[in-house]
């Protein structure tokens, strides 16, 4: 009888303790699934900006972790309040997690506009009536038309899609919503010309967004947290080293402008085409690489338990001023 009621009682822990997480809604995963990025359009991204995001792509969100970091925000300051002070994420932290400008025009507009008209002029096709819901576009639909460029694509064509891919990466990755099926075309116009894009200041449209979002998800009854997720995780992994997996290999490089030129001469031509495009981001004076992408590579969890909510609450109360 009293093993009996040892496992109830383990089992109503559980329950309660998977019940107190919220629920970690990301549309990366599928978005990276479906639409694989065609590499002519590599130097538009660049172009606009939105590389480094592309590159971090998708890492597995831990709910544990998230929801001990949304326990400890505090709406009034936007600060998580720690037994050793207080900390909180910056614009110089995103601009060094995913690689976005901080310095730029603001990001605003107007939703007083023809969407199919907008979209025809920046996308060069009609989409269907059905698809579009408000100022909103079907993702399913954004994909179909434009996941798969022709072979004999001029430049015009293939500015096009990109504008269509760089909105798909926005509405997957920074500005997401719950269900992920429809992506706001607000940001649409800020694509017409993607050298202008680059120019913008989406850093702290990002730190906006994910601000109001942590401090939704901060009040009672809240189930879930949506919009830049992936950010707050890279983050914490980063500042606080909580939750850090260890890297199960030694990382490889994501680009190849720290390579020797003996080594480069060895390198598939695809490659050596890639890093003339990492060479012309040095040439702006770009990163080539958000500093976060060294976790795009197998990661190992063996020696630090994630996905547990009382694991990072007690790691949080015993961090050191170190």
């Not at 990301?26 to 990276?32: A, E, V």
């Not at 994501?254 to 030129?261: D, I, K, R, V």
């Not at 695809?270 to 004076?285: K, N, Y």
Request: proline letters at 6%; charged letters at 20%; aromatic letters at 10%.
């Amino acid at each position: 009888m009293k093993k009996f009621v040892v496992y109830y009682i383990n089992d109503l822990f559980e329950f309660l303790q998977l019940a107190l997480v919220l629920t970690c809604r990301q549309h990366i995963s599928r978005f990276m699934r479906e639409w694989e990025m065609d590499p002519r359009l590599r130097p538009y991204i660049i172009r606009s900006g939105f590389y480094g995001v592309y590159c971090i792509g998708h890492i597995t969100l831990d709910w544990g972790l998230i929801t001990s970091l949304v326990e400890r925000w505090r709406p009034e300051t936007h600060i998580f309040h720690l037994p050793i002070g207080e900390m909180t994420i910056t614009l110089q932290d995103i601009a060094v997690i995913l690689g976005l400008r901080i310095h730029g025009l603001p990001i605003t507009g107007t939703c007083d506009i023809d969407w199919s008209l907008l979209y025809y002029e920046l996308l060069g096709v009609i989409p269907p009536t059905s698809k579009i819901k408000g100022s909103m576009i079907s993702t399913r639909c954004l994909c179909h038309q434009f996941s798969h460029p022709p072979v004999d694509s001029d430049d015009t064509t293939l500015e096009r899609y990109a504008r269509a891919f760089i909105l798909g990466l926005i509405g997957s990755t920074l500005f997401t919503n719950k269900k992920g099926t429809h992506i706001h075309m607000c940001y649409l116009p800020l694509l017409k010309d993607l050298t202008q894009t680059s120019m913008y200041s989406w850093d702290s449209a990002v730190l906006a967004h994910l601000y109001r979002e942590l401090c939704r998800a901060s009040l009672d009854g809240a189930t879930d947290i949506i919009r830049c997720v992936t950010l707050l995780q890279l983050w914490s992994w980063k500042r606080l080293h909580l939750g850090r997996p260890y890297f199960g290999q030694p990382p490889v490089p994501p680009t190849t402008q720290h390579l020797e030129h003996d080594a480069v001469d060895d390198l598939p031509v695809e490659h050596l085409d890639q890093r003339l495009h990492d060479e012309a981001l040095l040439d702006e004076g770009l990163l080539a690489d958000p500093l976060e992408y060294r976790w795009r590579v197998p990661l190992s969890w063996d020696q630090n338990p994630s996905h547990v909510l009382t694991f990072y609450r007690d790691q949080l109360d015993t961090q050191t001023h170190d």
